[in-house]
């Protein structure tokens, strides 16, 4: 893998659903995976920056891991609601972040 | 500020003109980035500051594209003769220190549509 790529490109998903998002990117010189979530009009906010491998991270419904010899992160999150709606990033890289073209989620009520 | 923050939020402006993006990032982050999202791809890497210097313009796409950071904290994105093509979403960003496992935060991003 030579680019950042995320899967699925969108999804909708029920009220209370679980539901868990893929990206893959480049195993060799590995520093850091970043996940943010992108909200339409507001700014990216950072969810995870993850370093080693197995990693894993949560904030409160929202966890992540990561696998750095196989090239890939998850990020999982657990009862969605519709406030969580809105595009998952990821990007990997030192200074130079090389983002994904983004999960579009959306919760329907 | 709180966060960082991006002026204007929206700009359109005339083929050919020129425009400046203003970016105010977090007070005290030395690094400071920008990004460009264009329709349907991920936000890609144009430039990043450490203190008032460029350590990498890699990804600026040509010489019409030009980034200052003067006192080490506001930093401005200059685009001349601007084209179609350069219709996107700006981002700024801005963290404590340089490195990939260092939070970088975000602006809400310029719109730029050049018409």
Redesign the interface.
């Known amino acids: 893998i030579l680019n ?1 790529e995320q899967s699925p490109q969108s999804l909708h998903v029920q009220e209370g659903d679980s539901t868990n998002f893929t990206c893959s990117f480049p195993s060799s010189n590995f ?2 995976l ?1 996940w ?1 979530r992108w909200e339409t ?4 906010e ?1 969810l995870f ?1 993850m ?1 080693l491998n197995g990693d894993e991270k949560k904030k409160g419904r929202i966890s992540a891991t990561l696998n750095t010899k196989e090239g890939y992160s998850y990020l999982y999150i657990k009862g969605s609601q519709p406030e969580d709606s809105a595009t998952y ?1 990821c ?12 999960t579009r989620l959306k919760v329907l009520a | 500020g709180a ?2 923050s991006q002026t204007p939020s929206n700009k359109v402006t005339e083929k050919g003109k020129y425009v400046e993006l203003r970016c105010d990032p977090i007070s005290g982050h030395t ?1 400071l ?1 920008w ?1 460009r999202q264009s329709l ?6 144009l430039i ?1 500051f450490q203190g008032t210097g460029a ?2 313009d ?2 600026l796409p040509n010489d019409r594209f030009f980034a200052v950071r003067p006192e080490g904290s506001v930093s401005t994105l200059k685009i001349q003769r601007t084209e179609r093509g350069d219709s996107a979403v700006y ?1 700024c960003a801005s963290s404590l220190i ?12 310029t719109r730029l549509t050049v018409v």
């Open positions: 950042v520093y850091a970043h943010y009009a507001k700014s990216p950072a920056v370093t990033l990007a990997s890289g030192t200074y130079k972040y090389i983002f994904g073209t983004g | 966060g960082v690094a980035y990004y349907g791809q991920g936000p890609e890497f990043y350590a990498d890699s990804g981002l340089q490195g990939g496992g260092t939070e970088a935060f975000f602006g809400q991003g």
